[in-house]
């Protein structure tokens, strides 16, 4: 059987049925001074009769402005990015823009195709959290972002190969402060666990535990550093690991809080005290770190507050309607918050 065609209520109808042009009915529903208020009404009540909805492609092709912005970043479920996803909501409804949030999943393929399907719909800016596992020459994506005269903001990890605006944490300098609050508890052997290195934040985290240990003048174990992932499951695993050797780990750094909920789930299991045997800290302060026990040390990020700085400056790029020459680069800052993991 055929299937019936969807009619779309258009400008066009409402001005045929009210005898007037297009552009009249453009501009009452536009609420535009230099109707009469007596049509305005006529245009309002036969538009919500019919259902009508604005076509924002279309007003957009008129306007050069869709009022859209595209949102892409690693995963959709992630409190983090999801916080961030929020402040970037708040801000752009309060100036009356839509967010269209993407998924990239840690998929490059899938972040390109994201940004594309952004760019085909005419988003007035783009707010990306990139993948960074792709050389320089993998990039054309997020450079034809610039290429198009649209606005681009980083947001928790940049891209070095494409400049543009960032909002940002130290993440050095974040975990070097934590990895420091262990040491300052007692905790001589230290472990990291951490992601994996074509993400700059991983790496800055690394370099900050390194740094760390070092100034402490404590033995570094580069087999105490491990790329676990960012999943829970991930660390269970290694910990079981770790602790079939007598020599164990008396702190660990986590790369995020979901990791080190995993690794304290297996420790737990094995009989392991936290923290009098290991301290742990983690990074973003996951909801899970104040429900897990022990409740689960972690710096705390304020992703929230990056999705709103993010929406407003690219906002404020878009009503200066271009790319600045000078990119805006933005850091916010961090605060451990201790709980039941770590030592007093």
């Not at 996803?85 to 972040?111: F, L, M, P, W």
């Not at 596992?133 to 610039?146: K, Q």
């Not at 045997?277 to 104040?290: Q, R, T």
């Not at 929406?311 to 933005?330: F, N, R, S, W, Y």
Request: glycine share 6%; charged share 25%; aromatic share 6%.
């Amino acid at each position: 059987m055929e299937q019936k065609k969807k009619n779309y209520i258009t400008i066009k109808d409402i001005a045929r049925k009210l005898g007037i042009s297009t552009s009249t009915v453009s501009r009452a529903l536009r609420d535009q001074p230099d109707v009469n208020p007596e049509t305005k009404e006529q245009v309002r009540k036969l538009a919500e009769e019919l259902n009508y909805q604005p076509n924002l492609f279309a007003s957009g092709l008129v306007s050069r402005r869709t009022r859209l912005l595209g949102v892409v970043v690693p995963r959709i479920s992630n409190h983090f990015f999801s916080a961030i996803t929020s402040g970037v909501q708040n801000v752009a409804y309060k100036h009356q823009y839509r967010v269209i949030i993407c998924e990239s999943d840690h998929s490059v393929e899938r972040e390109r195709e994201n940004i594309e399907a952004l760019l085909s719909i005419r988003v007035d800016g783009i707010i990306v959290a990139p993948l960074m596992d792709y050389e320089h020459s993998m990039t054309d994506h997020l450079a034809n972002i610039l290429a198009r005269d649209v606005p681009l903001v980083y947001v928790d990890r940049v891209q070095p190969a494409v400049v543009a605006s960032s909002i940002l944490i130290d993440d050095f300098l974040a975990a070097r402060e934590a990895t420091e609050y262990l040491i300052s508890t007692g905790c001589r052997r230290l472990a990291h666990f951490t992601g994996p290195q074509w993400t700059s934040v991983c790496r800055d985290r690394k370099l900050g535990f390194i740094e760390a240990v070092n100034r402490a003048g404590l033995e570094l174990r580069e087999d105490w550093i491990i790329e676990t992932g960012f999943e829970p499951w991930h660390a269970a695993e290694v910990v079981k690991k770790l602790w079939e050797d007598p020599i164990r780990p008396d702190g660990i750094l986590g790369i995020n809080d979901r990791v080190l909920a995993g690794a304290s789930h297996a420790l737990t299991g094995m009989g392991v005290s936290i923290p009098e045997d290991v301290s742990m800290i983690g990074f973003s302060d996951n909801p899970l770190s104040s429900l897990i026990r022990p409740t689960l040390s972690s710096v705390r990020q304020p992703a929230y507050e990056m999705g709103e700085v993010a929406a407003t400056l690219i906002l404020e790029q878009i009503d200066l309607t271009g790319i600045p020459a000078e990119p805006v680069h933005k850091v916010l800052d961090t605060r451990l918050i201790l709980r039941e993991s770590t030592r007093s």
